[in-house]
């Protein structure tokens, strides 16, 4: 299996343009997890989704975020409209179970809002 | 609120020494306990995984738990300059991984 797939690996938008992240999880996985990683907050669960149904979208910090994963391969999160303070390193993660198994984060996608 | 608390560092150690990488968590119902590696511009990787209270080691590496205090450290042994990362403390609760900040080891040839 090639790992948890996300793209793009980089982008850069304006502020007030819609960005949409993309991300496959492995294989035979029933979880999927998106994080936010920045210098100031540390790695934040965002959402995680378990058998493509959203269970806890807490960490999602405002309306202009949102995420979706219409099957068990698939899974995006958008930010619409974008703002400057929504730029860090968006990760999605995967996991077999949510206890006592490791998850297996792709390559994230850096987002810079300007 | 969940917290994992981590000292940012930089922790810096000499080539060969031991590094002591400590990590408390606030939630007296967690179960399992995560080191991951992060180095600069990559993603998270797990180094090792703890669950019961005491030591477990795995090649360079030993974790230890100590539930009552709420304590989780990661020691490395013989540190080389390839361990210079940043390492993570991970929890599980009830659900999901809550993250600790990470602290940057610095090893210095």
């Given amino acids: 299996d090639a790992g948890v797939i996300q793209s793009p690996r980089h982008e850069v938008t304006e502020m007030g343009q819609e960005v949409t992240l993309r991300c496959k999880p492995i294989s035979g996985h029933d979880y999927l997890f998106w994080y936010r990683q920045t210098m100031m907050r540390g790695l934040e669960l965002l959402i995680y989704f378990n058998n493509n149904v959203p269970i806890d979208d807490s960490g999602m910090p405002e309306d202009r975020f949102s995420a979706k994963m219409p099957n068990a391969s698939f899974s995006t999160l958008k930010i619409q409209p974008s703002e400057p303070r929504d730029s860090a390193v968006y990760f999605c993660a995967s996991s077999p179970t949510t206890q006592n198994t490791e998850a297996f984060f792709g390559q994230g996608t850096r987002l810079t809002v300007v | ?109």
């Fill in chain 2, 1 to 109: 609120q969940k917290e994992v608390e981590q000292n940012s560092g930089p922790l810096s150690v000499p080539e060969g020494a031991i590094a002591s990488l400590n990590c408390t968590y606030s939630d007296r119902g967690s179960q399992s306990f995560f080191w991951y590696r992060q180095y600069s511009g990559k993603s998270p990787e797990l180094i090792m995984f703890i669950y019961s209270n005491g030591d477990k080691e795995d090649g360079r590496f030993t974790a230890q738990l100590n539930k009552a205090s709420q304590y989780v450290s990661l020691l490395i042994r013989d540190s080389q300059p390839s361990d210079s990362a940043t390492y993570l403390c991970a929890v599980i609760g009830y659900s999901t991984l809550t993250f600790g900040k990470g602290t940057m080891l610095l090893v210095s040839p």
